[in-house]
């Protein structure tokens, strides 16, 4: 089955303790994204790779870092959280062709940092 | 379920009527642009899309209209069910660049039975 998977589900942290949320997806898509949800504002992008081993930053990429190291795996690193990165986040991958760009997205991943 | 927004525009309709959604968007230079459902507890799921140079795209009980004169987009879904109770996204695209979609807030539809 053609899937994004995204790991944990569900996490709560503590303020400055690392964690990462891995993603992986199985379709052979080039372009991968991470999002955030958060109430009132939608989803915003947070970084995004094109690519293997080529990232760049999103909307609101601060306090996050992203790598792509292969190509189904786009894993999303938080150095040191704090509680405003509290929030649903979700991993997409998409392929664009003909101009078109459909992002399929993972389940996401709800997190909380006390 | 997970809420995905508060204070949400909301509509809601009877089962079996025909709902629509619209959509602004900002950059006259987006050239695609698509739709998303997300029901509570889960990740956005594509519905459907269409590019800039048409202006009806359908599908299975939905279709798209695009108004690039006043850069509007609506989704119409016909005989709603219950189970298209959910939060429906619209996103648009810009040629070049990133590649990016700018997502808008959603609207909730509640379907009753």
């Known amino acids: 089955e053609a899937q994004v998977t995204q790991n944990p589900r569900y996490l709560i942290t503590v303020t400055g303790k690392k964690l990462t949320v891995t993603c992986s997806q199985n379709m052979n898509h080039e372009y991968m994204s991470w999002y955030r949800q958060d109430p009132g504002l939608g989803l915003r992008q947070i970084y995004y790779s094109m690519n293997v081993e080529v990232t760049d930053k999103g909307d609101v990429p601060e306090g996050y870092k992203v790598s792509r190291k292969e190509k189904r795996n786009f894993p999303l690193i938080l150095e040191s959280p704090s509680p405003n990165q509290t929030s649903l986040y979700f991993c997409?991958?998409?392929?664009?062709?003909?101009?078109?760009?459909?992002?399929?997205f993972g389940p996401g991943t709800r997190l909380t940092v006390l | 379920g997970e809420s995905v927004g508060l204070h949400l525009p909301t509509l809601s309709v009877q089962e079996g009527d025909n709902s629509i959604i619209n959509c602004a968007y900002s950059?006259?230079?987006?050239?695609?642009f698509i739709w998303y459902k997300q029901e509570s507890g889960k990740g956005p799921q594509f519905i459907i899309d269409?590019?800039?140079?048409?202006d009806k795209r359908q599908g299975q009980r939905v279709t798209v209209l695009l108004n690039k004169t006043v850069k509007h987009l609506s989704l119409q879904i016909a005989a709603t069910q219950p189970g298209d109770s959910a939060v429906y996204f619209c996103?648009?695209?810009?040629?070049?660049?990133?590649?990016?979609?700018?997502f808008g807030k959603g609207t909730k539809l509640t379907v009753n039975p």
């Open positions: 996103a648009e695209k810009t040629q070049g660049g990133s590649e990016k979609l700018v």
């Open positions: 950059n006259s230079a987006s050239d695609y």
């Open positions: 997409a991958s998409s392929f664009g062709s003909s101009g078109r760009r459909v992002e399929y």
């Open positions: 269409i590019r800039s140079n048409m």
